[in-house]
C-alpha cells in the first residue's frame, strides 16, 4: 500500500515567506523610516537641545528686564525689550547672540549646534520662531508659522565636519599669534589674542593703526601718524569704525600659520572685522582677564547705557560715570607695570593719546569712548585728533590650531 506523504508545498513556502518579508519591511520602517522610533526620538533629542539654549537665553532675558526695573527712569529710555535687546549680546558674546542688522529685536542664538531665532518683545520676553531652529547633524523643527507652535515633518540637516576648536583661555589673552593680512596696501602682523567667545576668537592688531592702513573709501578723517575722527557726528565715526564691510581685506586677505582663510571662513556670518573695539568687547575682554581678588578688590569694569544714549562705565555698579581710572587695578598697576594687550603705550606717540572704542558716550551725543594711554577709559569729542584705531577681527578658534 502507498502511503501518502506529508510536507509543505512550495507554494506554502513562497507566501510565508513574502509574508515574513512584509512583516520584516513594516517593523524596520516603524523603526527607522521618516517617521519611525529612531528618528522621533532624534527629534525628541534635537527639541530637548533646542529648548535648553532658549531657556538659558530666556532667563538672561528675565534678568535683565528685571535690571531695567530697578533702574531709574534717567538711566533707561524705551520699553524692557528695547533694554535687553541692548544688552543681551553682553550676557553671551556675539558669537553666541546676534542681533539682525536691519531689527536688533531679532536675534540669532548659535550655541552647543544649536541654531535659533527669537524675536524680543515689548516686555522684554523673546518669542521663538521655532519652524527656523536647527541641530547640526540633526533636524530643522519645522511646522506651520512661528513661535512655539511646532509639529510637522522634519528636515534633516547635514552635519558639518570642523576642526577641532583651539583650547583658549584667558591665560592666552595677548598672546601673539601668527595672522597677516594687508590693509589698503599695508601688511599687517602684529596680531594678539583678545576675547573668546564661544567657538570664536577676537583678535587685535597689537599697535595703533597707521593712518597709511585705513582705506579712503571708508571715509575717516585722519590727522598725524595715527589719529582718526569724524567732523560730521560720532554715529558717523563708530558706523564707520564698526561695518565690517569697511575692513573685509581684514578678513578677506587674512592668512594664519601661512595658510589663506578658506572660503567658508569668510563667509561664516560671526566671522567680522571692525576698526576698533566696542566698549562692551573691551569691557568683556578684561572682566575675563581680571576677576575680582583679594589683592584687587575691584578689578572689574561695569557698564550701563546702550547704543542709543551712550555708555556710562565704572569699576563699581551701577557705572554712573563715563570716566574709570585703571591704574592699581592687576592689568594696570603703574605706569610702568601694565598689560599691553589693553594699553599699548604708557607715554603719547606721534600726539596720539589711545585709541577709539567704537561706542558712544553718555555725556555728550557728541563724544565718543576711547581708551588713554595713562590707565584709563573715558570719552572725548568724535572730531578729536588724538586717538587712533586698533582693528580686531572675528574667526573661529578652530583656525588658530
Known sequence: MIRKQKG????????????????????????VGDNGILTRSREAKDTTNI???????????????????TKDNGEVTGSAGDYVAANIVSKFGIGIVTPDESNERIITVEKDGVTTVGTI?????????????????????????SGEQGGGTTTPTPSPSP?????????????????????????????????????????????????????????????????????????????????TSNWSDLINNGSINGTVLSNDVKSDPNVKAMGSPTLELYKNSWNAKYPDTIDYPTNQIYTAGNDTNGYYVSRTDPATSTYVQMSGSEGYKSSSDYNTLYYPYSSQVSSTNGYWLASPAADSTYNVMFVYFGGFVSDNSCSSASFACRPVVCLPSSVLN
Open 8 to 31: 509543505i508545498t512550495l507554494i506554502a513556502l513562497v507566501i510565508t515567506i513574502i509574508v515574513l518579508l512584509i512583516l520584516a519591511g513594516v517593523t524596520i520602517a516603524m523603526v
Open 51 to 69: 529648548k535648553k539654549i532658549q531657556e538659558e537665553v530666556d532667563l538672561e532675558a528675565a534678568d535683565l528686564v528685571a535690571e531695567y526695573h
Open 121 to 145: 518683545q515689548d516686555d522684554g520676553s523673546i518669542l521663538w520662531n521655532d519652524a527656523s531652529s536647527t541641530v547640526a547633524g540633526g533636524s530643522s523643527e519645522s511646522g506651520s508659522g
Open 163 to 243: 576642526s577641532p576648536a583651539a583650547t583658549i583661555t584667558t591665560d592666552n589673552y595677548g598672546d601673539s599669534v601668527n595672522y597677516s593680512t594687508t590693509l589698503n596696501g599695508q601688511t599687517l602682523t602684529n596680531w594678539k589674542i583678545f576675547h573668546k567667545e564661544g567657538n570664536y576668537v577676537w583678535l587685535i592688531y597689537g599697535d595703533y593703526l597707521p593712518n597709511a592702513a585705513v582705506p579712503t573709501s571708508i571715509g575717516l578723517g585722519t590727522s598725524g601718524t595715527y589719529a582718526v575722527k569724524s567732523s560730521t557726528s560720532r554715529a558717523d565715526l563708530i558706523t564707520k569704525l564698526t561695518t
